[in-house]
């Protein structure tokens, strides 16, 4: 699975929209990538994922350039709840059996403040 | 539906004990993993089931970690003899067999300090 590249950190107001980014050079055309969080003392929480196209649900959208070298996940209304590890996760889903491994990376520090 | 159950949350034990971790995952999930997550660092993989076969346990320390799924549902991990680079949190995992999303769904995890 490609490797993937994000900021350690990042402050975001509450109420405002929280844009992290992370870079994934070297995906290939059959990967995916992926977006957990993990909130404090919890284990990680699938967000959203996508191939190519941009991706929304309810809890967030996901934004992949054309050439997929790179993603943004956007929490459009950030709230305090929202602090958390966000984890960029790129992953083959062209089958066999340990294909739903997750490669966890440092992620980012997201903090949402009043 | 009921999450991911995961226990016990906490244990302290000495170096050299050995320790269980058990985990029910999702009903119907046929693939169960066992994350190790080191303080500061992101979950890595030890062990990943699917039903009750060994998938993949490339990283998993087997001169001390062992694992098993006998029934294909409930899946214990257990350490022995405990080292102090043991002290992490165990995360249980499930996903169904699913070719095109991949959602794993975690428990809050085991959190063992070695002393």
């Known amino acids: 699975d490609a490797k993937t590249t994000q900021p350690p950190s990042m402050d975001c107001a509450e109420g405002r929209a929280a844009n992290l980014p992370c870079n994934h050079s070297?995906?290939?055309?059959?990967?995916?990538v992926y977006w957990y969080r993990q909130i404090h003392s919890q284990g990680p929480q699938y967000i959203i994922h996508?191939?190519?196209n941009n991706e929304t649900n309810e809890m967030a959208s996901l934004i992949i350039t054309e050439d997929r070298k790179s993603s943004t996940l956007i929490l459009p209304h950030a709230t305090l709840r929202d602090t958390a590890v966000y984890y960029c996760?790129?992953?083959?889903?062209?089958?066999?059996?340990?294909?739903?491994?997750?490669?966890f990376g440092q992620g980012t520090i997201l903090t949402v403040h009043p | 539906e009921a999450g991911v159950a995961q226990s016990p949350r906490y244990k302290i034990i000495e170096k050299r004990q050995s320790v269980a971790f058990w985990c029910n995952p999702i009903?119907?999930?046929?693939?169960l993993y066992w994350y190790q997550q080191i303080l500061g660092q992101g979950p890595k993989l030890l062990i990943q089931?699917?039903?009750?076969?060994?998938?993949?346990d490339s990283q998993l320390p087997k001169d001390r970690f062992s694992a098993e799924r006998l029934k294909g549902v409930d899946s214990t991990l257990k350490i022995q003899p405990a080292k102090l680079e043991d002290s992490a949190v165990y995360l249980c995992?499930?996903?169904?067999?699913?070719?095109?999303?991949?959602?794993?769904?975690f428990g809050e995890g085991s959190r063992l300090t070695v002393l």
């Open positions: 995992a499930s996903s169904l067999i699913r070719r095109n999303t991949g959602e794993l769904f």
């Open positions: 009903s119907g999930h046929a693939t």
């Open positions: 070297t995906i290939s055309g059959n990967e995916y």
């Open positions: 089931f699917q039903n009750n076969g060994v998938v993949d």
């Open positions: 996508g191939l190519k």
């Open positions: 996760i790129v992953k083959g889903n062209a089958g066999g059996t340990s294909y739903g491994k997750l490669t």
